[in-house]
């Protein structure tokens, strides 16, 4: 038992502190990154999964300057031979996270990093919330709307704001018909639940102001004592939104890029970033929510 | 050393050409505008039509669906065309449809892979694909044209 301890111990003290001559901020943004690859293994080719786990478990695999672009590539080739169109967005945004960390692996440079990752945030919640405001379905509070009222992803938590379970089941059956060419392309309505007009406009000017807010602190250079209103913000976004929709491929991302770019102290960033990951994989959150509610099994 | 975010910036601001040109779905090619409009790929119906012996018969599109579900290229090719319907797009999707067979069911014609059918040129296809558009002051919704093949000229 203690021989086996000490080998642990080794092993992770290899990892973490022994590592290449990799700087602690890297080598634990390395792992996060690392961490979410196993998480969302989904996203990723199982080359590049097998990848990661062997990161994790061997020191010598972890500490090779080529990890980083093996990874990018394996995952560039995948991205170009699949169907490229149908890529969520966020799938393009881990193929720029992992062309960072390929960048960095050969490039130490640690402020440099910390910038990528604040301005790729930036960037992401800028052309976010540029095409909102462009969008008239959104801005009228439509999105929300006819969004809330079909879509699973949003009804289940939306019954627990007033919306009627049997309203939510009619709604999609009612827009789904257009797949059967018997039924050919009729119009619907929908049944709405008038207690929730405010609450659309209230999402509507909510996404505005927090994504919006979340372009503006990572793109604006805030002075060093600032720098905590990004990891508030995004905390708020995080929480906010993945809690509500359960698409936590993103939040993940946004979270080991929330890592990347935190100028708070490395232990108290390892603590809300890993915690926000916890919230959203390991506890199941969003269900304890909804049981609070009294939905879902 | 910024290469990443100069990569995501210029494929970002691509994307509102391609949405605009070609009608680019904005919840997909990388320019970050999901949840920011109605118009997902996955709720793009399409309408296909084949003439022949001057007859228009509306294609059941299950039933292409159903003969390619083992040929991963033509799967990928008719995703990437929800997602991205250019006309390049459509005009290949019209020649892999006239590489079927189809037989009369009803009012619909019907896809098939086999030897029995009809079988047609791409040039007796006519793809209609649409889009849905929800009017919030009176609750309802509609599927309004998006885009055709072989495209109108005005």
Redesign the interface.
């Known amino acids: 038992m203690s021989s086996t301890s000490v080998t642990s111990k080794n092993k992770i003290t290899t990892l973490f502190e022994d590592t290449n001559d990799y700087s602690p901020y890297f080598r634990y943004t390395a792992l996060i990154t690392l961490v979410f690859m196993l998480i969302n293994s989904s996203t990723f080719p199982p080359f590049t999964t097998i990848l990661a786990l062997a990161a994790i478990l061997l020191p010598s695999v972890f500490a090779s300057k080529w990890l980083w672009p093996a990874i990018f590539v394996t995952a560039v080739i995948t991205f170009a031979t ?8 966020h799938e ?2 881990v193929l ?2 992992m ?2 960390l390929a ?2 692996s050969f ?1 130490r ?1 640690d402020e ?1 990093l910390q ?2 990752a604040r ?2 945030i930036g ?3 800028l ?2 919330t540029s ?2 405001i ?2 008239s ?2 801005r ?4 929300f ?3 809330g009222h079909t879509e699973p992803r949003f009804t289940d938590i939306m019954i627990a704001f007033g919306l009627m379970p049997e309203a939510a089941t009619t709604n999609d059956r009612a ?1 789904s018909r ?4 018997e039924y050919g ?1 009729q ?4 049944i ?1 639940s008038p207690i929730l007009e405010s609450f659309w406009i209230f999402l509507t000017i909510g ?1 505005y102001i927090v994504e919006g807010g979340l372009a503006l602190l990572f793109l604006w250079p805030l002075v060093k004592k600032f720098t905590w209103l990004r990891d508030l913000a995004l905390t708020v976004f995080f929480i906010g939104t993945y809690v509500m929709v359960p698409v936590s491929g993103f939040g993940n991302l946004l979270a080991v890029m929330g890592f990347a770019a935190s100028n708070i102290e490395l232990k108290r960033r390892i603590a809300l970033y890993a915690g926000l990951i916890v919230l959203m994989e390991v506890i199941p959150t969003r269900m304890l929510i909804l049981s609070f509610f009294g939905i879902g099994s | 050393m910024l290469l990443p975010v100069i990569l995501l910036i210029s494929v970002a601001l691509n994307e509102p050409r391609l949405h605009l040109q070609d009608n680019l779905t904005s919840w997909k090619g990388g320019g970050f505008g999901m949840f920011a409009t109605l118009d997902r790929h996955t709720y793009r119906p399409i309408v296909v039509n084949i003439t022949f012996q001057e007859k228009t018969m509306q294609v059941d599109f299950r039933s292409y669906r159903a003969a390619i579900e083992n040929d991963v290229n033509k799967v990928q090719h008719l995703e990437d065309t929800f997602a991205l319907p250019s006309q390049h797009n459509l005009s290949v999707l019209a020649k892999q449809m006239a590489e079927m067979k189809y037989n009369v069911d009803n009012e619909f014609a019907i896809a098939s892979n086999g030897e029995f059918g009809i079988p047609i040129s791409y040039r007796q296809i006519s793809i209609a694909l649409y889009r849905i558009k929800y009017d919030a002051a009176l609750n309802t919704g509609s599927w309004i044209p998006l885009t055709s093949w072989p495209e109108e000229k005005s």
């Open positions: 699949g169907s490229i169109w149908t890529y969520d967005n393009w945004a720029y996270w062309f960072t960048i960095f490039v440079n440099l910038r990528t301005l790729l960037f992401i919640f052309f976010a095409w909102k462009a969008a379905e959104f009228t509070g439509a999105f709307e006819l969004t827009i257009w797949g059967d060419p392309l119009g619907f309505s929908l709405t996404t």
